[in-house]
């Protein structure tokens, strides 16, 4: 009886957990992905190279980057070696980096709702894809390594379009965009380290398999709630 209210009460605990991300994720606030507006002021005033405050926004924008921090969730869910954990993120880097980069400097653009969309359904896609799904569906596992660069690719075009809407200086551009990227990696491994930290902790307990299942379907309805809100404001607009 004992092991049992005890397992009550931590099922009470994950449960309390997720209706409070839910819910936090559901503020407006939240949903406006990118930069912050006051960021967006001093982005737009200031000209010729800043490295410093192009790191630090870049980090700044990678922790609070819900979407980015999901999908890494997703990543590394089941990944256990730290070689395996190094890869899959650094695919993730490597994909996020390129059309970050790419996409500001030369100016490739496209509608933020639709793009911000196709990241909700990266989480989705990782989601299904730690459940099993893809195999008992299609019978086959699609190639992780290259999905994961794929959705890299994505998450970096998704900023770098919230980055064209501020109308950054062409003096110092390409230095302050790598800066800018630096940040976002430097965001990204302070983040994983957190992220591992908790999973760790996670994992050791008797708790953790019996809750991965739930863990993924909740990663799931994240990812949707993230498309409704997007595929929303794109046909709203």
Not at 21 to 47: C, N, R, T, W
Not at 163 to 188: M, R, T
Request: proline share 2%.
């Amino acid at each position: 009886m004992q092991c049992i209210n005890s397992h009550y009460v931590k099922l009470k605990t994950y449960l309390k957990c997720f209706i409070t991300l839910g819910l936090v994720l559901m503020s407006p606030a939240l949903f406006a992905h990118g930069v912050a507006e006051g960021d967006k002021g001093y982005i737009q005033e200031i000209y010729g190279v800043h490295i410093i405050p192009f790191i630090y926004l870049g980090a700044k924008h990678m922790v609070t980057g819900y979407d980015h921090l999901l999908f890494l969730v997703g990543i590394i869910f089941f990944l256990y070696r730290m070689k395996d954990i190094g890869l899959y993120v650094s695919l993730f880097a490597i994909g996020h980096s390129i059309t970050m980069l790419v996409g500001v400097y030369y100016n490739i653009s496209m509608n933020a709702y639709i793009i911000d969309a196709i990241i909700g359904f990266s989480i989705v896609y990782k989601a299904l894809d730690n459940l099993g799904a893809y195999q008992r569906w299609f019978g086959f596992q699609p190639n992780t390594k290259i999905a994961t660069l794929i959705f890299g690719l994505i998450h970096g075009f998704g900023l770098a379009v919230k980055i064209q809407e501020y109308e950054v200086p062409k003096d110092g551009l390409l230095a302050n965009l790598i800066s800018f990227n630096i940040g976002v990696e430097l965001g990204q491994f302070m983040a994983l380290c957190i992220i591992l930290l908790l999973m760790t902790f996670w994992r050791k307990t008797s708790f953790f398999f019996k809750t991965a299942y739930q863990s993924n379907v909740f990663l799931m309805f994240l990812g949707f709630l993230l498309m409704g809100y997007q595929l929303t404001g794109y046909f709203t607009q």
